[in-house]
């Protein structure tokens, strides 16, 4: 017998027993009231914030749907459908069509609705009519919102007009290498990363296979391999993880020989890397003579190492036996007692290749991120390419001090590194060195005026005195690590007085910036725009930064509504962690004790992969990272107990405090604390996608030609596993790309394991191939043979969580 809501209700209440489809329904309504109730806290304490009322409105209906349908009452269903209906509205109504910006927001109330229309039938309406007209009703509503939010956004635009295509307008033809090779870090000596080669195509891209792997034998347990080969004569050269050099065959990759530094593994530092080494011809020399021709490393373990191209021996008339000792002159001073030692292994090392200029090689180094003030020194050398012998040394606090201090001296403490590559002018004898942050790096006060101009710049180095000819500032008294990652590149820049030669440099805030070679004054206006104020130091924050008016990366200021999340919960907690940090834009300073928010953050914008520019088309490829940093400062106290102890220090248990967790800045007041919480348990960012991109960029213009997100969500997905989907989330990359003449852009760097190949016209992926480890290392494309070649390394980084691995992966079409 059929019963009456009424009758049904009465039942219930004279205790009749309940059955499965009743507990069920309960069960489901205690769910609901339990994500209610958080969602109502939550939503009282966003809203004291000043932020969304949106989770304490759906909170409250929520908990009082979820109470209603315990009690088996049809009127909890409908104050549901009505939630669910407000979720949908608002949602569309905050951030319109944007799928990944709806999928927090939507993804799980449709889920709970789904659940909802499934039990509802079961609360007494006759034949469930009512709650399933409801419950359609709504479900349509969101379907029709998500399927136009998907078509809006995934319609592919027209790309701008590509620049007419012309022969070398944009590189002096004296810096370009031969066809078909890759003689430097960048390709030719302008560090453009272009090749000219034209058999792999648009069209038969497709057919690439791999064709050889070769295995390094390092697979380390920190970061990973970031190698760019070489490609000279015949040979492809290069260096494992841990310094090994090798030669190998470039038709084959069968190894020719291979030369093992044997880096103490103490000296390894949690930032290891062999992003590459360094070739050079000895002017004149025999090609039979011992080491004519040479390969040059600087080492984790601070040497500088050459070896003979053709055999792999250690050229005996380099240095002391083949190598030049960098540690001499390093050392850092304990800031509790002030008595200075010895540089301590794993906080100073060699990871990308020198800079080879008029026969002089130019080294920095990198120092160990967020460890103590007065740690060794970023001096600037330059070596005799033969000899090995020390021709000159800048320390910017010393400027009469060139060469090595004296007997038991130390280069001055703490001083802004160059731990990037630098690229150098044959012509006006200038080596241009990125320069990175003074030690201590989040706190500026101790810093001397010498270091606050060279901080986070460009310097341009005469290369027969090693003094700066001029500076080019990014960052004024940078407290948020936006050091000088990028390679720059030299580039014909065309104005209407004439061909200009030019540097291009991008930066890790987004910018990209055009400078007179000669001058380093900048082509394009650069603006000093107001910054944000206060902090820790504010009597330390500059009232202006440098804004590029060329090109920027930058995206807009992040709001609240940019907080992402698996569901509303999560998305709540990082809106009230929004809320709760200080954030008012680009260069918000840090304070103690408060979060403040980072955007972009360090890994932001241009980092060590540089970009690749299409002198034939004037194209610049830059792929990019939109990641913010989630910083807070701590006094010295808290951070003892907290653990903040620098690498070497005893009480630290042999674990370095580094900069992308957390950074003890002994001889400061104050440690740092990077992005603590602003991962969900999830695993998720608390920003939504995309977190990387890449852009074409007219060179000439600095308009933007087309932009796309770059690597897909197979890789990632909540908790750390997987979700195997392709879409093109973008996710964090580290590495750069490489253009060719026939209109390709081959690129891996993001987390997902891939190889691409981009069609330079329209931004599409025509190409791509899996990875055996994470792609986190620039391509290099090369002709052996009449064939055209696609080389990567696949050596895997723990900071962007991609599998480590050891293989060089070279790529052909099929034999004809």
Sequence with gaps: ??????????????????????????????????????????????????????????????????????????????????????????????????????????????????????????????????????????????????????????????????????????????????????????????????SDLTQITPENVKSLRTVWTYHTGDIPAKYGSELTPLKIGHRVYGCSAMDVLFALDAVSGKKIWSFDPEVPEAWVPYTAACRGVAYYQVPGADPHMECAERIIEGTLDMRLIAVDAATGRLCSGFGTNGEADLKVGLGQKDSETGKATDVIPGTAAITAPPAIVQGVVVTGHQILDGQRRWAASGVIRGYDAVTGQLKFAWDMNRPDLTREPPAGGYYSFGTPNSWTASVGDEKLGLVYVPMGNSAGDYYTSLRSAEEKKYNSAIVAIDINSGKPRWVFQMAHADVWDYDAGSQPSLIEYPTASGSVPALLVPTKQGDIHILDRATGKPLHPVEERPVPQGGAEPDQRSRTQPFSGFHTLRQADLTEKDMWGLSPIDQMICRIKFRRARYEGPYTPPEIGRANIEWPGYNGGSDWGSVAIDSRRGIVIANYNNTANYNMLVGRSEADKLGLFPAGDPRAAGSASSAEGAGAMTGTPVAILVNAGWQMPTGLLCTQPPYGGIRAINLVTGKTIWDRPLGTARRNGPFGIPSMLPLEIGTPNNGGSVATASGLVFVAAATDDLIRAIDIRTGKAVWSDVLPAGGQANPIVYEEGGKEYLLIMAGGHHFMMTPPGDALVAYALPDQ
């Design 1 to 194: 017998m059929k019963l009456s809501p009424r009758e049904h209700r009465a039942r219930v209440a004279l205790g009749q027993p309940m059955n499965l489809g009743r507990f069920v329904r309960a069960l489901f309504g205690l769910l609901l009231a339990l994500i209610g109730i958080v969602l109502l806290v939550g939503g009282v304490w966003l809203t004291t914030l000043g932020g969304s009322a949106y989770y304490l409105v759906a909170g409250t209906l929520l908990t009082l749907s979820g109470a209603l349908l315990v009690l088996d009452n049809p009127l909890g269903f409908h104050l549901y459908a009505a939630a669910f209906a407000f979720t949908v509205f608002w949602s569309l109504w905050e951030v319109g069509l944007s799928p990944w910006a709806l999928l927090p927001r939507l993804a799980g109330p449709c889920l709970l609705m789904a659940i909802a229309l499934v039990v509802a039938p079961g609360l007494g309406i006759a034949n469930g009519t009512r709650v399933r007209s409801y419950g359609f009703a709504a479900l349509g509503i969101f379907l029709v919102g998500l399927v136009g939010a998907v078509v809006t956004t995934n319609r592919q635009g027209i790309p701008a007009a590509l620049p007419a295509q012309a022969d070398a307008l944009y590189d002096d033809p004296a810096n370009v290498p031969p066809k078909g090779e890759w003689a430097f870090y960048g390709a030719g000596r302008s560090a453009q990363r272009f």
